[in-house]
């Protein structure tokens, strides 16, 4: 396998039904594909992680997988309904994803389907927009408000 392979396993109905959290955030009409993915990363404490937005709304899981290959920062998008139905349909089997690539493959019992992704780096990222706090007195943010009142 190359470098930048992932592979995990675990059960197929429990990662579908976390993914429903992600899937919330996920925009059903966009125009912008990316939109309608779910980033999985490998993260630096060798977790993996599924995110989800559209831009104004954004979640984020972690999975419940066996990580048996996959370094820090690999990982892919792909399409969140697509993914989330294969995974479901696992009927109570283990599961097995590989991605290999710009492909993801899931495998559960003898059944096997092969999608495409989308490049990690393309995902929106996520800020947090609360890291920097700016300090403010009681009366201009009260002048502030009333400005803004009806």
Same mark, same amino acid.
Not at 110 to 115: E, M, N, P, Y
């Given at each position: 396998m190359k470098? $930048? #392979?992932l592979i995990f396993s675990g059960d197929g109905k429990e990662i579908a039904a976390r993914l429903k959290h992600v899937s919330g955030s996920i925009s059903k009409a966009t125009t912008m594909p990316i939109l309608s993915c779910i980033a999985l990363?490998?993260?630096a404490d060798g977790q993996l992680t599924a995110r989800g #937005?559209? +831009?104004d709304v954004a979640s984020q899981v972690t999975l419940p997988v066996t990580l048996e290959q996959g370094m820090a $920062?690999? $990982?892919a998008c792909v399409a969140a309904d697509l993914f989330a139905a294969l995974l479901s349909r696992a009927n109570g089997d283990g599961v097995r994803v590989v991605l290999d690539g710009s492909i +993801?493959?899931?495998e559960a019992g003898?059944?096997?389907?092969?999608?495409h992704?989308? @490049?990690l780096s393309e995902f929106p990222g996520m800020k947090d927009e609360f890291e920097t706090w700016t @300090?403010?007195?009681g009366a201009v943010l009260a002048a502030a408000i009333r400005g803004l009142a009806f």
């Open positions: 470098k $930048g #392979t990363e490998v993260t #937005t559209d +831009l $920062g690999a $990982g +993801l493959t899931v003898s059944r096997k389907a092969t999608v992704t989308l @490049p @300090p403010m007195s």
